[in-house]
């Protein structure tokens, strides 16, 4: 976890009603699910969608995509994986970092489609993570962009945003996605994770959030703890 990021935290939730608020301001500035949005670093299909997510691990996007092209040249289906070596599939995604590590969880992932999912990935968030090498944070984003779910993936930004403003206070990725799962209002499930992707991104920035002039300083706890301090 980014060291900026975790001192940023836990400054306290909002309330249901402030919590309303932040999200309907979040819709007014922010752009949500375009009807363009893809799967996971745009791969057409649920197997190189769940794959790249697996790739994306502590790695930049561009490196992430060097990663899975170079990959998918080789095998595009969990069958033709296999017919790889580990240190094959090693070579190949060696831009995205841990390449030895999720090679290993590659070659268990493509087994585990082939013996217990006759070659379909799971819709579910319990099945997918029930797959080797998917996490959470994975899961939600496969659901969201793969499989149009109403789900809120926590990436980096999603997170910070979330526990600085006190939408949650949470101190990792998945509680902060379950306590979105439980707070979180019906009508902002949908486009929820694009606003505040957007708003990360643009506004609540890592290093230098533009705090003064954010429309949602008047209820952030990150905000009123620093100009309180």
Same mark, same amino acid.
């Given at each position: 976890?980014?060291?900026?990021?975790?001192?940023?935290?836990?400054?306290?939730?909002l309330?249901?009603?402030?919590?309303e608020?932040a999200?309907?301001?979040?819709?007014?500035?922010?752009?949500?699910?375009?009807?363009?949005?893809?799967?996971?670093?745009?791969?057409?299909?649920?197997?190189?969608?769940?794959?790249?997510c697996?790739?994306?691990?502590?790695?930049?996007?561009?490196?992430?995509?060097?990663?899975?092209?170079?990959?998918?040249?080789?095998?595009?289906t969990?069958?033709?994986?296999?017919?790889?070596?580990?240190?094959?599939?090693?070579?190949?995604i060696?831009?995205?970092?841990?390449?030895?590590?999720?090679?290993?969880?590659?070659?268990?992932?493509?087994?585990a489609?082939?013996?217990?999912?006759?070659?379909?990935?799971?819709?579910?968030?319990?099945?997918?993570?029930?797959?080797?090498?998917?996490?959470?944070?994975?899961?939600?984003i496969?659901?969201?962009?793969?499989?149009?779910?109403?789900?809120?993936?926590v990436?980096?930004?999603?997170?910070?945003?979330?526990?600085?403003?006190?939408?949650?206070?949470? @101190?990792?990725?998945?509680?902060?996605? $379950?306590?979105l799962?439980?707070?979180?209002?019906d009508? $902002?499930?949908?486009?929820?994770?694009?606003?505040?992707?957007?708003?990360?991104?643009?506004?609540?920035?890592? @290093? @230098?959030?533009?705090?003064?002039t954010?429309?949602?300083?008047?209820?952030?706890?990150?905000?009123? $703890?620093?100009?309180?301090?």
């Amino acid at each position: 976890m980014d060291a900026a990021v975790e001192k940023d935290t836990g400054h306290g939730a909002l309330g249901e009603a402030e919590r309303e608020e932040a999200f309907r301001r979040l819709r007014e500035h922010m752009p949500g699910r375009t009807p363009s949005a893809k799967g996971p670093k745009d791969q057409p299909d649920p197997f190189r969608s769940v794959v790249s997510c697996l790739l994306s691990a502590q790695s930049r996007d561009v490196n992430t995509a060097a990663a899975a092209k170079a990959l998918f040249a080789f095998a595009k289906t969990p069958d033709a994986m296999l017919k790889l070596s580990e240190e094959e599939i090693a070579r190949a995604i060696k831009p995205c970092g841990l390449y030895n590590m999720k090679a290993k969880s590659i070659r268990r992932l493509c087994a585990a489609l082939i013996e217990e999912h006759d070659r379909v990935v799971p819709q579910t968030r319990e099945g997918l993570m029930a797959l080797p090498g998917i996490g959470r944070k994975c899961a939600d984003i496969v659901m969201s962009f793969t499989f149009d779910e109403d789900v809120i993936a926590v990436d980096t930004h999603v997170f910070r945003v979330c526990n600085r403003t006190g939408i949650t206070n949470e @101190r990792t990725a998945d509680k902060t996605a $379950a306590a979105l799962e439980r707070l979180v209002p019906d009508w $902002a499930r949908r486009d929820g994770h694009f606003w505040l992707l957007q708003f990360g991104k643009t506004v609540c920035l890592s @290093r @230098r959030p533009r705090c003064e002039t954010c429309f949602l300083n008047d209820i952030c706890r990150w905000f009123a $703890a620093a100009r309180d301090a």
